[in-house]
């Protein structure tokens, strides 16, 4: 299938989505000749979720920064908290930047279904994220107690008290899946900046990119719908809107 017919599917649900390619190679252009930095300066994290499909869809072009360091657990949380955004910060260059890709992720199939791919070797599709697919059935049976996370299924604890914050939003969205991932888009680009305020960086800019990750089957790819993508200028503290740059 040509990348326009993928990217038409795609469009269906996330209409200013890119291929995940695509969007590290601006990205990496975007370091080179706005930011004067060479990719070896920038230190590169990641919240996404753990989901394998995510290690076997990363762009390999993204092994020209340094990292990355994996914030993420399930669904793309950051659960390493204020330690593990501490940690990389003190790894980064001193005359370069940090880079922090953040979102939940979804799937859908090259039939358009959202909510599931194709993964190599199987006969049948599979839930994607089947983490999110897994709270939001609890919601939706009414199985979430408030204020249960224990300490055997921390994260996944914490994703059903996403949705279940946002309970009735999600319950009376035309497809609750789609809904469920942008309450918990919103919860980590609310969780990511938090962090990102109460860090302290040596470096000269953070590169924040929000998104919503887009698998597809494994003859498709991914793909990357950007809500976010600001540069955080550390001496003067001014923040530089740049979403045009990657988006469709
Ligand atoms: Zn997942």
């Known amino acids: 299938?040509?990348?326009?017919?993928?990217?038409?599917?795609?469009?269906?649900?996330?209409?200013?989505?890119?291929?995940?390619?695509?969007?590290?190679?601006?990205?990496?252009?975007?370091?080179?000749?706005?930011l004067d930095l060479e990719p070896k300066q920038v230190m590169l994290a990641d919240s996404i979720c753990s989901d394998d499909v995510n290690s076997i869809q990363y762009p390999a072009r993204t092994q020209e920064f340094l990292g990355p360091f994996k914030m993420g657990g399930l669904d793309g949380f950051p659960f390493t908290g204020l330690t593990g955004m501490g940690a990389f910060a003190s790894h980064v260059p001193d005359d370069g930047a940090v880079f922090i890709y953040y979102g939940p992720h979804i799937g859908i199939t090259k039939n358009g279904t959202i909510g599931e791919i194709h993964r190599f070797g199987q006969s049948k599709n599979s839930g994607c994220c089947g983490a999110a697919k897994g709270a939001l059935s609890k919601l939706l049976n009414n199985q979430i107690v408030p204020g249960n996370v224990t300490e055997m299924d921390y994260h996944m604890n914490t994703i059903e008290q996403l949705l279940l914050n946002e309970n009735t939003r999600i319950v009376k969205a035309?497809?609750?899946?789609?809904?469920?991932?942008?309450?918990?888009?919103e919860a980590i680009d609310k969780r990511i900046n938090e962090l990102v305020d109460q860090t302290n960086y040596k470096c000269k800019y953070v590169i924040l990119v929000g998104a919503i990750l887009i698998n597809s089957d494994s003859d498709m790819g991914s793909f990357t719908e950007v809500r976010r993508f600001e540069i955080i200028d550390l001496i003067t503290k001014a923040r530089h809107?740049?979403?045009?740059?990657l988006t469709a």
């Open 1 to 34: 299938m040509k990348k326009r017919e993928k990217l038409s599917i795609i469009h269906k649900w996330y209409p200013k989505a890119i291929t995940t390619i695509d969007s590290v190679n601006k990205i990496i252009d975007f370091v080179e000749y706005e």
């Open 174 to 185: 035309e497809t609750p899946l789609f809904e469920a991932t942008e309450v918990i888009y």
């Open 241 to 245: 809107n740049k979403i045009a740059y």
